[in-house]
């Protein structure tokens, strides 16, 4: 049973097509990167996938039931969706944000234990317990991105859509983001994470899927979908391909002419 | 620190928070009742408030009760909405008052008045101030709903807030008597003046109505705070969030607006005031709101009766007096924070 399954899946905003007949599923307790230029309907695609866009055709099934007869609570105790560059409209505590992810499971009362236990492991795992306390307007653009994965984390969901999580982070806190990611698969979750980073989707995913617009252009292990074939007709580049310890290493060092087409 | 610990915490804080802001409003209120233009010596008051006997009795119980209690209903109406309506837009100069919401719920009443629908039947009066208001906010919604940007709420309001002007003064041009004159004039500036135990009755049930409903939202407009897609992802169906907002809204609002006329940038300034106290959470800002607009109006509505001006000073006038430099100040100090 896939956990994610979507069937020719596709989408047009204002008469443009942004995905076209895409089929792909992603599997429980796989970490899977999607990467793609910019534009080729990564963000569409996750959209679609946590109920947000309805797709013009297509089929989507979320834990073998299609996503239209999910009841709207019922889904996103199963689906968390951390969007790209959110940010929080008032200076509410960390604490309280964090909280807010709960939002799913607790009823209009007060948390329940189990859901202070989620808030506190969502905390640590992304090391913000330290800044509980602090409201989120005090803190860097790093800090805020890292609570706002917490909020994600916090609903212990089964499936983890995460649009470009690290933009923000340093090197340090990206590895960090993408362990965590990872750990969030090893507890049995199908995390879907859209990267830019080549080098970082290939050390930490254990599956790529390349979007071209709108099109699956490849998918399986990051050798295999990051190729330098690949590579220079999606990107329209050349990169290092090596490896170091036994885990692939994707340097991007040229910028070809043009983009060819898939 | 555990979560648990701070949920408790939280909610002991509200309540300390809440219990202070009404024990500031019975004290208000009963300095207001003890506070008027007839000369009533505290004993006097005292035993017209109680026996109901005589002049005192009248002046206690028919001037002076009602216009405690609506300065308490209208001033909750007004906190509790502006803090809704902040929420829904995310943005902390939303207001009834400002935004046109008030404007267009005393031009509905202005036209209950001007064709007479008022005197065949009472409820139409708050009905048309409802329906105003509930006008208002859908329109506030369409404008301003889909960004975030602050200033065009604002241009949204003034704009609401001029078509309300303009019509009111259509009608007062084409006003029949000079009586519908100064009726019309009292909604634009609002006071709590002379009313009666009939506008209490009047206004309380969709007031108290309103409060259930806006009540209601309070998780929802936790959730908003993330942004419409967070929210939504999180099970919030946004539509109907905003919908219950500008029912609740149109409700507690047009019902208050309907019996004391426009009291302007309550909504604005209580919110505000509040939100450093209950952690700036959206749920948890609504009733310290409602309490705090309570406690604001009652206030003012002393000070308009303390002011020794020759006629009494109109509440809605006061309240703008002091509502206009506030607003100014928020709007430097937001776009401070956004260079």
Known sequence: ?262 | MSATSETVSKASVDLRLLLILGGLVLVASILSLFVGYAQLPFAAALHGLTSGEGTEGIIMRDIRVPRMLLGVIAGGALGMSGAALQGLLRNPLAEPGVMGIASFASLGAVIAIYFGLSLQFEMILPACAMIGAFIAAILLNMIAGQGNSIYTLVLAGVALANLAAALMALALNLAPNPYAVSEIVFWLLGSLKDRSFQDVLLALPFVAIGFFVLHGTRRSLDALALGDDVARSMGIDVTSLSRRVTLGVALTVGASVAVTGAIAFVGLIVPHLCRPFVGHEPSRLLWPSALGGALLVSLADLAVRLVPTGPELMLGVFTSLIGVPFFLWLIFRLRADSI
Request: hydrophobic share 45%; net charge neutral; glycine share 8%.
């Open chain 1, 1 to 262: 049973m896939s956990a994610v399954s979507i069937t020719s899946v596709s989408v047009s905003l204002r008469a443009r097509p942004v995905l076209k007949d895409l089929s792909l599923s992603f599997e429980s307790g796989v970490c899977t990167g999607i990467v793609g230029p910019n534009g080729s309907g990564k963000s569409t695609l996750m959209k679609v996938i946590s109920g947000l866009l309805q797709p013009s055709g297509g089929a989507v099934q979320i834990l073998d039931r299609a996503l239209s007869s999910w009841p709207r609570a019922e889904l996103a105790r199963v689906v968390s969706y951390l969007p790209q560059g959110g940010d929080i409209h008032w200076p509410m505590k960390v604490s309280s944000v964090v909280a807010l992810g709960r939002l799913p499971h607790a009823s209009d009362k007060a948390l329940s234990a189990r859901d202070a236990d989620a808030i506190r492991q969502a905390l640590q795992k992304c090391d913000v317990t330290a800044l509980a306390d602090r409201p989120m307007t005090e803190l860097s653009g790093g800090e805020k991105a890292r609570v706002l994965l917490a909020r994600a984390l916090a609903a212990e969901a089964q499936i983890i859509l995460a649009d470009e999580p690290l933009a923000q982070l340093d090197p340090h806190h990206q590895i960090h983001a993408m362990e965590v990611l990872q750990a969030e698969a090893a507890r049995g979750a199908a995390v879907i994470v859209v990267l830019h980073d080549l080098a970082i989707a290939a050390r930490h995913c254990e599956r790529i899927c390349v979007i071209s617009k709108g099109s699956l252009a490849a998918d399986g292990s990051p050798v295999e979908a990051l190729s330098s074939d690949h590579l220079r007709q999606v990107f329209g580049i050349d990169a290092y391909i090596g490896e170091h310890q036994g885990a692939p290493v994707i340097l991007p060092v040229r910028r070809r002419a043009a983009i060819l087409s898939v």
